[in-house]
């Protein structure tokens, strides 16, 4: 047999040219003929040709960018392979010819399977009693990674990968479809953005950026040579090693058959060869925890970006698939955060409180009217590292058991898995624009008691904080007193349940398995407790709740993002349930109370921080009397504490803006914060909505029409 393949494959090759049967000719050139028996059963034209339709439109794999608020600032990456594509006439000719030189010197004579390629492997395999040589062209290896990046199923990367004689069969039929329908040109371009060049770097951009710290088109001939040389085998040919001998060697194995092809001359050949490899390496950031340390607290907006982008559908149909799309889409992502509001946020919780505080103190700040989320900040590190974090707090939690503080990833703001913090009276607001909603007037009175009994809510008798609150009361008196009593007897009126289900409808939900069976159905009219918040809910939740009544009742679905682009440059489009296309980034609003409702509820608002309404009196005193003064123009919110002052809040908002804090323990919620540290969430909140909007000229809240004043 050893004395014959060189007649048999001249026989042969021009079959091949033929196009008889070509790939189960080649096939049997190139593998033994026994492991070929059969094979021409198995391929079917039909699939073939689809697979092939489908190569010519399919892009590998690509990063996703996240960038800052102005579009250019790149805060980190999202990938599982670091790949951005790049078109040929971006990468220069050095690295154009060294790949052809070292994969296929003949690629530009054949047209997706060489002949003599085949008949040279055909004699090594006969030689070596197996396969040495497999006689894949640089369009055959297109069609292997295309295979393998396309592939949606294990079995298809299988299929792909094995070394078997049908899938050799499979690529070279469609290698030779392929350069019918794309140039040489088209093929290489495709190829350099696949290739796999060992440290996570998929494609030529990324090896440029992470060997040589440039980009494909400033690659010199030596560094052209060295990357082409890695393909072959990323590990073996690795020049990052201490020992660069295996390494060099292959480049000048690459550079001397560049020489050959004309490429260069061959005294610049030798001189390069006289020289080291010289690299520069980089390591592209990956994911949140990647974040610049100039931007660490935008980490847990970056965290929340993840969060949104699996639960939206325009992504996929399941979790898996949303976040497969992020890191291999190439989408390009700009955040929504305002760096002025950030910054008045991080000023205002992060450097006042320690970060080695078991209580967390957090902010968020929504964009009424679009729901855009402009800041995220919280007395905390964003980190991975939670080696010097101390024992938790948490006495069930176990020895072990890492404290949430000074560094943690966990999505203490929301957005997230974790239920959040009882947030206390600022659930009122929800029962008062449901019952303002449904027609009560702002002037709907009531002699709240110290202690009222509720026979609607099975007796359950709740009190006020203080004696003082005791005595007549409209919306506007016992909103900015905080008197339990009045609201537990307006709940009685409208119904508990419309107060459960409008904050629904603003965007709470419920994460608790106590929440959960309260707020369903069957149990949420007798919810009595649902006004004076003991449901656990985030500062994302409330922010946006709140913003939906300063923008007139407008509801708008909490968006971290103010744009997502394609990687074709094409903003991202999904479509809706009533079949209208939308771009992904654009604000989703609906109106959810109507516009004379939401202004009554913000004209009772403006009484618990020390600011006048417009129609009402506020009763001479309030829980926030500071905050009017503080922001310096018109503003409404609501405090909030529970049992014990286990946590703390404030919600608040202009025309401009809403925002919420709260303190918290994340860890235990039975540590108090005490009664001390409950002004902290007061100062969060009016100290960045003050230093958020300076230089901005005040806008006036629009005052509650007649109607609904009573």
């Not at 091949?16 to 034209?45: D, E, M, N, S």
């Not at 505080?357 to 991975?384: C, D």
């Amino acid at each position: 047999m050893s004395n014959r393949p060189l007649a048999s494959a001249g026989r042969l090759v021009p079959l091949l040219r033929a196009g008889l049967i070509a790939g189960i000719v080649v096939a049997a050139l190139a593998y033994p003929v026994a492991a070929a028996t059969g094979i021409g059963a198995k391929v079917t034209a039909h699939a073939l040709e689809h697979k092939t339709k489908i190569l010519t439109t399919a892009l590998p794999a690509e990063t996703s960018y996240l960038y800052a608020p102005d579009g250019k600032t790149v805060l980190t990456m999202f990938y599982e392979e670091y790949r951005q594509y790049t078109k040929i006439a971006d990468i220069s000719p050095n690295m154009q010819q060294a790949i052809v030189a070292a994969e296929d010197n003949r690629f530009y004579q054949h047209r997706g399977v060489d002949p003599k390629g085949v008949a040279r492997a055909f004699v090594a395999n006969a030689q070596a009693s197996g396969v040495s040589q497999g006689a894949s062209t640089l369009t055959m290896q297109y069609v292997r990674m295309a295979l393998r990046d396309s592939a949606t199923t294990p079995k298809e990367v299988q299929e792909a990968t094995q070394q078997t004689s049908l899938r050799k069969v499979r690529e070279m039929r469609m290698a030779l479809d392929l350069e019918k329908e794309l140039s040489k040109e088209q093929i290489l371009e495709r190829y350099l953005n696949s290739a796999y060049f060992g440290h996570r770097a998929y494609g030529i951009y990324a090896a440029s950026e992470i060997f040589f710290s440039k980009t494909p088109k400033d690659l010199t001939p030596i560094e052209a040579a060295t990357l082409a040389g890695l393909v072959k085998s990323p590990s073996e040919y690795d020049p990052a090693t201490s020992d660069q001998k295996d390494a060099t060697g292959r480049r000048n194995y690459v550079l001397d058959r560049m020489a050959q092809l004309g490429y260069l001359s061959p005294d610049a050949v030798a001189k390069a060869k006289t020289e080291r490899i010289k690299l520069t390496l980089s390591y592209p950031s990956n994911d949140c925890a990647a974040v610049p340390d100039k931007w660490n607290s935008w980490g847990f907006a970056c965290d929340y970006v993840k969060n949104w982008w699996s639960a939206q559908p325009a992504f996929g149909e399941n979790r898996l698939e949303r976040m497969d799309k992020l890191r291999r889409g190439g989408y390009r992502i700009v955040l929504s955060l305002d760096p002025k509001v950030q910054e008045a946020a991080e000023k205002n919780v992060g450097s006042k409180e320690s970060t080695g505080s078991p209580f967390a103190n957090g902010i968020v700040v929504s964009e009424p009217g679009t729901g855009r989320v402009k800041a995220m900040a919280v007395n905390r590190t964003y980190s991975l590292d939670l080696s010097q974090n101390g024992q938790s707090s948490n006495p069930e939690a176990g020895p072990n058991v890492k404290a949430n503080y000074p560094n943690t990833v966990a999505p203490l703001l929301g957005g997230g898995t974790l239920p959040g913090y009882q947030a206390g009276s600022t659930f009122k607001m929800f029962p008062m624009l449901a019952a303002l909603d449904a027609g009560m007037p702002l002037s709907t009175e009531f002699d709240a008691p110290y202690r009222y009994r509720s026979e609607v809510f099975d007796g359950w008798a709740p009190s006020n904080a203080s004696g003082a609150m005791t005595g007549r009361q409209t919306m506007w008196s016992a909103f900015g007193k905080s008197v339990n009593t009045y609201w537990v007897w307006l709940e009685e009126r409208i119904g508990a349940d419309r107060g459960v289900r409008l904050a629904e409808q603003l965007g709470l939900r419920w994460r608790t398995d106590v929440d959960r069976e309260q707020a369903s159905p069957a149990k949420a009219k007798k919810w009595g407790s649902f006004t004076l918040g003991v449901s656990d809910a985030t500062p994302l939740e409330m922010a946006n709740a709140y913003a939906a009544i300063a923008a007139d009742g407008r509801y708008c679905e909490a968006i971290p993002v103010q744009a997502i682009y394609n990687r074709d440059g094409t903003p991202t489009m999904y479509r809706t349930a009533s079949g209208i296309e939308r771009e992904v980034a654009k604000p989703r609003c609906r109106q959810v109370v109507n516009a004379d409702a939401a202004r009554a509820a913000t004209d009772a608002a403006r009484c618990p921080t020390g600011d006048t309404p417009a129609r009402g009196s506020c009763g001479g005193w309030s829980t926030a009397d500071s905050v009017r003064g503080t922001v310096g123009r018109p503003v409404a919110g609501k405090t909030g504490t529970t049992d014990s002052t286990r946590s703390a809040w404030f919600v608040g908002y202009t025309p401009e803006l809403a925002a919420a804090s709260f303190i918290s323990d994340p860890d235990n919620p039975f540590n108090a914060v005490g009664d001390g540290q409950s002004q902290i969430p007061i100062r969060a909140v009016s100290e960045t909505l003050r230093d958020a909007l300076k230089g901005t000229p005040p806008r006036q809240f629009t005052p509650p029409s007649d109607t609904m004043v009573g």
